[in-house]
Every structure is written in structure tokens, then in C-alpha cells.
């Protein structure tokens, strides 16, 4: 339904069959476009992010879908039926001078490389028009019924990752997919992320007995790591390497020696 930087899509399948064969309630309290929460399609789940206009867009799915359709079809007419690179500057401009969700939505599906950029100041939306055509209004609404089927089971909310992780309590599965190059602060815009506080909140969750998963890596070809970030020693059991189609399990090693080859692979830690 939406288009976000570093969006799990191809690897969500995988990731979920890592997760726990059973557990209770689902959090993933780095929302973003929930492409790994829209494949699990949990009974139960907390879905949160800290950046306010992207939940609001998420809870109009489920407060009323139909407008969510409406703010899509309205803004693709304007766009269609004029000036394509006029009409997305003054989408992007009401939206930089009043972040809101309807617009974020529209400029998330229309923007080039569907990649929203923000600064990092002042959250300023600086993403040129895209060249490619956003997907028609009928598309886009089949696209609001299959993901309001897929994400029934979860609540939105507006919270910073700490206070989601807290609230989960024993038997619970957390999913964390934060946003960990240094790069991507500016991506996300002026939100504070310290990689040091989540495996904290990581360590807390695990004592507790929640289960937690973690992104770490983004893509990356393997033998030639992106990022290279401490891990505190014992706090995972598990290092799995997602690939878009086949993956490669083994133990968690410290220092962790790299998979050989060049495989395009996605890199997830488990506490269990
Ligand atoms: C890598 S993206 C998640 C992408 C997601 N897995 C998907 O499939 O689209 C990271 C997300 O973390 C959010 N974020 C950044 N800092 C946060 C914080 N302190 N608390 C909660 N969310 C935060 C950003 O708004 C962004 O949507």
C-alpha cells in the first residue's frame, strides 16, 4: 500500500519463518510500510512508529478506509489530469508547510524512486516528482481492502520504539527494523536513534521472556558488511541471513565472520 525507504517486502517472507512457532501478541515498533506485520497478518498486534503523519495514515485504514481511497483519488486526478511535476510540487509544498497524512500518502506512491526523503532540521520532504506513474486510484483501492484484511488484528499507535517495547510482556514477539545506517536519520526526519538504547530495550524484552527479532544489516552483499556494529556478546542466540528467496542459518558468532560469496542477504538476529 505504501512506499518507504528500506521497505522489507522482498525479505518478509523469510523473516517471518523465523519467528517463533507460537507466541502471543505480535509488536513491530518500526512500522514503516509493515511489510513484515502485512505478511504475518497477526491475531493480535502493536503496530508503531514515532513518525506521526505515516501512523495517521495507518489508522485511517482502519478508522475509515474509504476516505484513505478518497485522499489517494482525489490527489490522482489533479496529477493526472494536468501538470504531473506541477501538481506533485504543490502536493509536496501543502505537506512541507503542514505534515500531514493524506499528502504523505499521495507523495510516497508518486515520488521519484518512492523514496520519501526528509531533512534532517526541520523534516523538509525534498523527494523530486518520480518519472514513473503512480498506480491507478482502482489499484490503489484493492491494494486498501487487501492490506486492511491482512492487519485487522493490530492497533496504531504514535510511540517511540522504547515505550512499544515495554509494553510487551512474556510469550510476546517483538520485530525491530530500525532505522541503523547513520544515513538514515536522514531518511526518516528529525528522529532521535541511538542503536546502543534499542539492544538495551532488546536485553529488557529478553529478560522478560518476550521473543525479539532484529533487522540489522539492510541489504547488503555478504562478505562486504554495510554497517559494522557492535553487537553485545550473549544477547542473541541466533544470526539467520535472509535472502530473497533462500536463506542460510548459523550459530551467532561474535566478531561474526562474514558468509562467502556474494549474496544479496538481509541480516537478522534472534533472541531465541
Ligand atoms: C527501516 S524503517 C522500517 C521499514 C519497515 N520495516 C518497512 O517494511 O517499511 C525504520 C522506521 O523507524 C521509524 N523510527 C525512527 N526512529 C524511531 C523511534 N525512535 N521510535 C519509533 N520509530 C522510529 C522511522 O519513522 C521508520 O519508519
Not at 54 to 78: N, V
Not at 116 to 124: L, Q
Not at 153 to 182: I, Q, S
Not at 228 to 241: A, D, K, Q, S, Y
Request: aromatic share 12%.
Amino acid at each position: 500500500m505504501l512506499k518507504w525507504v528500506g521497505s522489507k517486502q522482498r525479505f518478509a517472507h523469510e523473516i517471518v519463518s523465523f519467528f517463533p512457532a507460537r507466541f502471543e501478541r505480535y509488536f513491530e515498533p518500526f512500522l514503516g510500510s509493515g511489510a513484515v506485520l502485512g505478511t504475518l497478518a497477526p491475531a493480535r498486534a502493536v503496530a508503531s512508529d514515532a513518525f506521526q503523519p505515516l501512523m495517521e495514515i495507518w489508522q485511517t485504514l482502519h478508522a475509515d478506509a474509504e476516505m484513505l481511497k478518497r485522499w489517494y483519488k482525489d490527489r490522482w486526478h489533479t496529477f493526472a489530469n494536468g501538470d504531473k511535476v506541477e501538481a506533485y510540487e504543490r502536493i509536496k509544498a501543502r505537506y512541507n508547510d503542514a505534515a500531514n497524512a493524506a499528502d504523505l500518502l499521495f507523495l510516497c506512491r508518486s515520488c521519484y524512486g518512492g523514496v520519501v526523503r526528509f531533512r534532517m532540521a526541520d523534516g523538509f520532504m525534498s523527494t523530486p516528482c518520480g518519472a514513473h506513474s503512480p498506480i491507478s486510484p482502482a489499484a490503489f483501492s484493492k491494494r486498501v481492502d487487501d492490506w486492511h484484511r491482512r492487519t485487522k488484528g493490530a492497533e496504531f499507535c504514535v510511540m517511540d520504539y522504547t515505550e512499544a517495547m515495554k509494553a510487551a510482556r512474556r510469550g510476546d514477539l517483538v520485530y525491530c527494523d530500525p532505522p541503523y545506517k547513520e544515513t538514515q536519520s536522514i531518511l526518516y526526519g528529525a528522529q532521535r536513534f541511538r542503536l546502543e538504547e534499542l539492544f538495551e530495550a532488546i536485553a529488557q524484552c529478553k529478560a522478560r521472556g518476550v521473543f525479539v527479532a532484529l533487522s540489522i544489516d539492510g541489504t547488503k552483499r555478504s562478505g562486504n558488511r554495510v554497517c559494522n556494529v557492535r553487537i553485545p556478546p550473549r544477547l542473541f542466540e541466533r544470526e539467520v541471513f535472509v535472502t530473497c528467496g533462500r536463506s542460510m542459518l548459523r550459530r551467532f558468532q561474535m566478531g561474526g565472520k562474514t558468509l562467502e560469496g556474494e549474496v544479496v542477504a538481509d541480516r537478522l538476529l534472534l533472541t531465541y
